[in-house]
């Protein structure tokens, strides 16, 4: 795991060691550049989280034996030593390490782009070819490593960049640290940044499953995976079970593949369970397990006892980390700087991978098991909703007429939305933050102007993440979860802010394989009467003591809202004062005080409308204004 960096069109071997240093915190281990003039001006960088083949031969930047192709990595191929004996035995190629990165160079000098169909993990690497003066650079399927760009085409000589982080390329001044208006416009919708926009105008977020060329000053982006459209599977729920099964095992095995001693995220839910079960039966050795707990202001949130069941049941090395208000208050600075872009989540990864980063280089999370197995409780309100509106089409005209004009406050309208609205009007329900008209109010008059007439959520979910030939609710909202709310909220998270303690996190639940398979299991084998996740809680009932199934379904929560009342309540005015506000003039002051005060006076919905506001202030007075 690493953090890379390169330019074509410019040889300036300083600004490589500046971008490099910007992002020291992903790759302490080692680091180095590479910078040619012929026949085309270049350099790379990267920083090295030594996990496979510790020694200097590991080192990147990474040449062939030929010199012609160099290669910059970030990331793990878990079936690297099956395609290293395939290029042995079948092309005569000749190893100097045992990395995968070696793997990765080899594969795109035999295969080209199609190399990507080989590769199962996670990982975003770009390879130079120094006698074509061509960049070939590339991000997995799911998006779990982010790769981030500027391609300059204006005043001189064009030029091309790419990072793995915002801040690489804002350090080395490729990029103007000038907020990006239609990103800031995405973002009070789903309080994360989707890609490909980023929260910097001249930086764009190469999309999941995609890569890019860039060759005589023209950048090409071709997509390569997408979430293949639903066909249910036909064999016998007993089947599926043990194909699932295998398939979770298979993914396990792969992950715990390293050089150093794996560890594992460990909550209370199934998911995480798993995972330490699935891990300690391929491995056999006593496991570090890291969970995460609150004081006394989040004790009806605490889920350390469930999570200690699963330890002790497995006999991990378990570590607590118990956290406070002041404990945020203390590092919120920190906190924010590691986002690299703004997020209204992501403070419980940034902690827990505090503790693990200080004892280990490599975690596993359970991260992505409510997208594919339908765990939320959207999943189970959609169905619902399915069968409300087919009820409410086959009542009469006149009394579906008479519920609207009997409306005089909104309520009716507002749940008309998931009996007559179709699958985007109900997801906005439940994934959009900040409703359009919410917005228009609060954004100050001459930011509208700026603005002018940005994408809608609706429009932008559409264009990218719903699929035509789907019509099963069931399956267009898992595409939905793993594209839009996992790629662009969860995985950016993870990937944040577990790089910001030089800790390597896999999630083996969201492995290329066994999403494809498990997206085509019929909905009814995810949702059994009123148990979501079934057939994955069948594939490993026999792996887990039976306090873990007995639990009701709960999702992750943090006592951030008693926080923002007690320890953060400082930063919170201070955010939301009339000066910050008039000075930003993103925002009319009024409107933005009134989200705060509903906050505070207990009338919002969620303390989410006011905390992503205060991120997004706190994250530009660090970025922006620096």
Known sequence: MCGIWGIVNRADEDMARRAVESIRHRGPDDSGIYVTRDPVPAAFGSARLSIIDLSEAGHMPMHDDSGRYTIVYNGEVYNYQMLRRVLQEEYGCQFHSDTDTEVVLHAYMHWGSECLEHLRGMFAFAIWDSQEGALFAARDRLGIKPLVYVNNRSGGEPYFAFASEVR??????????????????????????????????????????????????????????????????????????????????????????????????????????????????????????????????????????????????????????????????????????????????????????????????????????????????????????????????????????????ADRVGVIDRGLTWLEGDLLDRYQRVRVLFQPDVKRDLYADAFMHRLGAPQSARDYLEARHVHPAETDSIAQLTRLELQNYMAHTLLRDTDAMSMAHSLEVR?????????????????????RGSQSKWIFTQAIADLLPAEVFQRPKRGFEMPVAAWMRTELRDVLEDVFSPDSLLARGLFDADAARAVYADFREGRAATYMYAWSLAVLELWMRQTLDA
Do not use: C
């Open 507 to 527: 999630v083996p639940l969201i492995d290329h394989k066994l999403v494809s398979y498990a997206a085509r299991i019929p909905p009814e084998l995810k949702i």
């Open 168 to 405: 690489a390329l804002l350090a080395t001044g490729l990029a103007e640290r000038t907020l990006n208006t239609n990103a800031l416009h995405h973002y009070l919708s789903f309080y994360a940044v989707p890609a490909p926009h980023t929260m910097i105008r001249d930086v764009q977020a190469l999309p999941a499953g995609h890569y890019l060329t860039y060759r005589n000053n023209t950048l090409r982006i071709e997509q390569y995976w997408s979430l293949p459209p639903y066909v249910p599977l036909t064999e016998t729920p007993e089947l599926i079970m043990a194909r699932l099964r295998d398939l979770l095992e298979e993914s396990i095995r792969l992950r715990m593949i390293a050089d150093v001693p794996v560890g594992a995220f460990l909550s209370g839910g199934i998911d995480s369970a798993a995972v330490v079960a699935l891990m300690t039966q391929a491995t056999g050795d006593r496991l570090r397990t890291f969970s995460i707990g609150f004081g006394a202001e989040g004790a009806n949130l605490d889920e350390r006892s469930a999570a200690r069941t699963v330890a002790e049941h497995y006999g991990t090395d378990h570590t607590e980390v118990v956290v406070t208000g002041a404990d945020v208050r203390e590092q919120i600075e920190r906190i924010i700087a590691a986002m690299d872009q703004p997020t209204g989540d992501g403070i419980n990864t940034y902690l827990v991978s505090q503790a693990a980063g200080a004892v280990s280089k490599v975690a596993l999370s359970g991260l992505g098991g409510d997208e594919l197995f339908a765990g939320y409780p959207q999943f189970r309100l959609f169905q619902r909703a399915d069968r409300a509106a087919a009820t409410w089409q086959n009542l009469p005209v006149v009394l579906r007429k008479g519920a609207h004009a």
